[in-house]
């Protein structure tokens, strides 16, 4: 049976009961908005020492960040050679923020989202499994959780930090076995089908006009829709035989909804004057790859970090119709504006756009330790009982 982890600076082993760490509150959003919050040293998942042929061995970490807000992070430093600390704030940067301008961190960010889009805990074990076997890669008893969480971790410093694993003994302190498992999903991931992934914007949705004229017999629109991410859900609160179309009067479903769709609410001729309204949904796991780095970095370097996995964002948007007899049908409007988009639309005030600056995107930050420097933990071996 193997010992769990030490801490260690430099290489050198620090026992843990001299170490005292503190988990101060979350503080509130940074100056600018950012999101902020603190690593939760409990709640991470320790995977294995990894060698890379210095004397030095590093042990893999899943680590827990909670923000402010209360949402809780899961994350892999990206800094291997700077010490963790918990007695500062993680805020939230983007990727050209990154504090060290000679990391290979600069040139790599998008295979390291890449590798955080395709390794644990972002995909679990069993799907990985899948994809390896796919890739006629053969494991040798399926891949336990420590070694995904190894592998992955390992393959992000590859690319931040340039280290590569001793490939005759990745595994300072484990089996053949485990070593070759780690091996395998670490080319994987480092390997010819890692073509990057940029850093990706919030969630956004926007419907216009938010509201919009009209009589019965007609189809009252069109509304815009104008999004970043993936229609999850369309409802509507509209009366019997009232139903939310496209151009040619067929009952569109969400998932037939993308940025640039126009929709109508096509109205029966029988219909008595009154109102409805439809609510679309978007949500998507668009937090992975999200930076932090230490509140005073500056002053007292502290390991940055890359979120792995998150909650899920998601972002609602609603508009609504009036019809009349005699009424006039209400007449096109311009498009509502997506990320990077051409056109611009008014008139959404009913319209939630974007995603809180504290649900997470793109991570990558730092944690920090009381009093302590600490750069991460180490695996090693106990006797057996």
């Given at each position: ?382 006797s057996q009982a």
């Amino acid at each position: 049976m193997h010992g769990r982890s030490v801490l260690v600076r430099g290489g050198i082993a620090v026992a843990s009961a001299a170490v005292a760490l503190t988990m101060a509150a979350p503080a509130a959003l940074a100056d600018d908005g950012a999101a902020r919050g603190r690593v939760v040293e409990s709640a991470g998942t320790v995977g294995f020492s990894v060698n890379f042929g210095d004397s030095k061995n590093y042990v893999a970490k899943l680590f827990g960040l909670k923000l402010s807000d209360g949402s809780k992070l899961k994350m892999y430093c990206v800094q291997v050679e700077v010490d963790m600390r918990t007695d500062q704030d993680m805020i939230e940067r983007p990727w050209n923020k990154y504090p060290d301008a000679a990391s290979p961190f600069n040139k790599n960010n998008a295979k390291i989202n890449w590798v955080l889009h395709h390794g644990y805990p972002a995909i679990d074990v069993k799907s990985i499994e899948g994809v390896l076997g796919k890739e006629g890669v053969k494991l040798t008893d399926g891949l336990s959780v420590d070694e995904a969480v190894t592998a992955t971790q390992t393959a992000v410093w590859h690319f931040s930090d340039g280290k590569d694993l001793d490939r005759k003994k990745p595994l300072p302190y484990e089996n053949a076995e485990e070593s070759a498992d780690v091996l395998a999903l670490y080319d994987y991931l480092t390997g010819k089908d890692n073509v990057g992934i940029g850093q990706q914007p919030k969630p956004t949705l926007d419907i216009g006009p938010a509201k919009a004229n009209g009589a019965p017999g007609t189809r009252i629109g069109p509304f815009s829709v104008a999004t970043t991410g993936d229609i999850t859900e369309l409802t509507s609160k509209l009366p019997e035989g009232a139903k939310v179309t496209d151009a040619d009067g067929k009952e569109i479903k969400a998932a037939a909804i993308k940025d640039g769709t126009k929709v109508y609410i096509d109205v029966p001729k029988d219909a008595k004057d009154g109102n409805g309204s439809f609510t679309l949904k978007v949500s998507g796991h668009l937090d992975t790859g999200r930076l932090f780095v230490g509140e005073n970095y500056a002053k007292v370097p502290a390991q940055s970090l890359i979120v792995a996995e998150s909650e899920k964002t998601s972002v609602v948007a609603n508009a609504t119709v009036n019809w009349k007899q005699g009424g006039a049908p209400a007449t096109e409007t311009p498009a509502p504006t997506t990320p990077g988009g051409a056109e611009s639309g008014g008139g959404n005030e009913l319209a939630n756009t974007g995603a809180s600056a504290t649900l997470p995107l793109i991570i990558g930050g730092s944690l920090l330790g009381a009093g302590v420097l600490m750069v991460l933990l180490v695996r090693r071996r106990r006797s057996q009982a």
